[in-house]
């Protein structure tokens, strides 16, 4: 196996994390992503960017169909920024994927309190949300 020297880039451990992942290793992936978090700065600018990097990956590995791939990505991106909606969407609909039908719900109703108003896809998250509450 390669050893890599630490490199104080964030988007280097992020990238590896990702490679990791994608060949199912997550203990080695979370390893980086902790890493790749740890360098974030911490103004909120940074920290919304970050949150959104992570998101949209783990939007991509459902895409894909893994979920477990995603979970572990909304969660990093919602350890990043805790009120950040789309990261509470992804675990929703990762945990929905996965079948863990009480947790996603209440990912569900947490993207609804966070989500602005307007938001495009609260529709889909209430439609989500009434399906797995008739389905117990």
């Not at 894909?64 to 969660?75: N, Q």
Request: aromatic fraction near 12%.
């Amino acid at each position: 196996a390669m050893t890599f020297s630490p490199v104080p880039f964030e988007d280097f451990h992020r990238f590896l994390g990702y490679v990791y992942l994608r060949k199912g290793m997550r203990a080695e992936a979370m390893e980086e992503f902790d890493i790749a978090v740890g360098l974030l700065p911490s103004a909120p600018v940074v920290m919304r960017m970050g949150a959104a990097t992570y998101s949209s990956e783990g939007f991509e590995f459902s895409d894909d169909g893994d979920f477990e791939g995603a979970l572990i990505l909304h969660r990093v991106a919602a350890r990043i920024k805790p009120d950040y909606a789309n990261a509470k969407y992804g675990i929703a609909l990762a945990l929905e994927g996965l079948g863990r039908k009480e947790e996603s719900a209440r990912y569900w109703r947490e993207y609804l309190v966070l989500a602005p108003q307007g938001d495009e896809f609260r529709q889909e998250a209430a439609r989500h949300l009434e399906r797995l509450s008739k389905g117990r």
